[in-house]
């Protein structure tokens, strides 16, 4: 028989086994002017901010860069969310922060699956019905696929989940810090629905 300290400690590490990947601190927020919804997680010196974008604010984006009105209506309605990253260690410190989108999943209905990152919508254009113009302002509008944050940096962009508006989702986070990959999850977030 197991003494109490350690049948606590194995059912530490049978939660830990079930419940898989962390669950970061997770601030949710609304914007008091917007009412747009923002999630923001920290997990050591990584910190991670998702906030909705209205499908009418995405759209009127992307028309002013060039893209037919059918194009912008369906990056706008493929759940795009701003994202912002950054490595809060002091500049002095070692060891960046790796981010890969490839690397993100997704939980929606009980499927787990890919995020949708820029080289995916790139390919699905066929030659001639975007510009070299509009697809350069899409790639330098949306979150690098693949970006390393030395300490104090910190990067923008917008990201696809490529979900209808309204929608909700489990996200986990994969990173690496110091060499070492960590996940974390963030549940719950929407879609903006359109106004």
């Not at 300290?5 to 914007?31: E, K, W």
């Not at 699956?113 to 509008?141: C, H, N, T, Y």
């Not at 810090?177 to 977030?189: F, H």
Request: hydrophobic share 40%; proline share 5%; net charge negative.
């Amino acid at each position: 028989m197991l003494s109490p300290i350690h049948q606590i400690n194995a059912l530490f590490i049978f939660f830990a086994l079930i419940l898989g990947p962390a669950m970061a601190d997770v601030i949710r927020s609304v914007d008091e002017q917007t009412g747009l919804l923002s999630w923001r997680m920290q997990e050591g010196d990584f910190e991670l901010k998702v906030t909705q974008l209205l499908p009418d604010q995405t759209r009127a984006f992307f028309l002013a860069r060039g893209f037919s009105k059918e194009t912008a209506n369906t990056i706008a309605t493929g759940c795009i969310m701003q994202t912002i990253g950054s490595n809060s260690a002091d500049k002095d410190a070692h060891g960046a922060v790796d981010v890969d989108l490839k690397r993100w999943r997704m939980l929606h209905n009980g499927s787990e699956g890919p995020i949708k990152p820029k080289e995916q919508w790139d390919s699905e254009w066929p030659a001639g019905k975007v510009s070299d113009a509009a697809r350069l302002a899409f790639r330098w509008a949306t979150f690098p696929t693949q970006q390393d944050f030395a300490p104090g940096d910190y990067g923008w962009g917008m990201t696809s989940f490529g979900l209808l508006p309204g929608s909700y989702f489990d996200l986990k986070v994969v990173w690496s810090a110091g060499g070492v990959q960590k996940e974390a999850w963030i549940r719950g977030i929407q879609c903006a629905e359109e106004r």
